[in-house]
């Protein structure tokens, strides 16, 4: 596996309070991404970075923002969260933008509950 | 925007068979058409894309077979295996600005002993 790692791995919070879940890569991409997985509904982008504080939004971005001040670190914040953010979330990276495009490797995921 | 159907949500074969996805796109600048595969508790893994200079590729039992006229591209699985058992998603780029790309819903596969 490419070296994407994820913290935590599993949360649970409650309704209201902020989270925010990291995502870290030693393989020096250009692009990181966040998604979210929901059964019945797929991979969908939230966010995504395409370098070094340069950030936008993917389909779901609503009640998400992200930062990435670093090469290596893309984060995820809910800033108050809800019950429907219960997902398990997953980040990903690929090299560069291309022609070609290029494999997009992801993280192991976060599992996390908003009760 | 892009948008990617995949048919059947669900599908059961048994072991030896094979197995055909579908998804169709809406975009048709679109010419990048990666398939992923799930298994139980993982993450997705890459395990073969297509572009859109040709019609059809091939990686031991996977293929890939793509039809820009009417926009959509298949995943075959020939001679099926357990191992074979996840799930399995289809995507295709949008081709402009960043390198996003636009899953579809997914594929669970169960291979039937």
């Known amino acids: 596996d490419a070296g994407i790692t994820q913290s935590p791995r599993h949360k649970v919070t409650e309704t209201g309070t902020p989270v925010t879940l990291r995502c870290h890569q030693t393989e020096n991409h250009r692009y990181m991404y966040w998604y979210r997985q929901d059964p019945g509904h797929g991979l969908r982008l939230i966010h995504y970075?395409?370098?070094?504080?340069?950030?936008d939004k993917g389909e779901v971005s609503d009640g998400y923002s992200v930062s990435r001040s670093k090469t290596e670190d893309f984060l995820l914040t809910l800033e108050s969260a809800t019950s429907s953010q219960t997902s398990v979330y997953f980040c990903a990276i690929s090299e560069s933008r291309s022609a070609t495009y290029n494999e997009q490797f992801f993280g192991p995921g976060t599992r996390l509950t908003v009760l | 925007g892009e948008n990617v159907e995949q048919h059947p949500s669900t599908l059961s074969v048994q072991e030896g068979d094979s197995a055909v996805i579908k998804c169709t796109y809406s975009?048709?600048?679109?010419?990048?058409f990666p398939w992923y595969k799930q298994e139980l508790g993982k993450r997705p893994q890459l395990i073969i894309d297509i572009r859109s200079n040709v019609g059809e590729k091939k990686d031991q039992r996977i293929a890939v077979t793509l039809n820009k006229t009417a926009k959509h591209f298949s995943l075959h699985i020939t001679e099926t295996q357990p191992e074979d058992s996840a799930v399995y998603f289809c995507?295709?780029?949008?081709?402009?600005?960043?390198?996003?790309?636009?899953f579809g819903k997914g594929t669970r596969l169960h291979i039937l002993p």
């Open positions: 975009d048709s600048a679109s010419n990048y």
């Open positions: 995507a295709a780029n949008l081709p402009w600005g960043d390198d996003k790309i636009i």
């Open positions: 970075s395409y370098g070094v504080k340069d950030t």
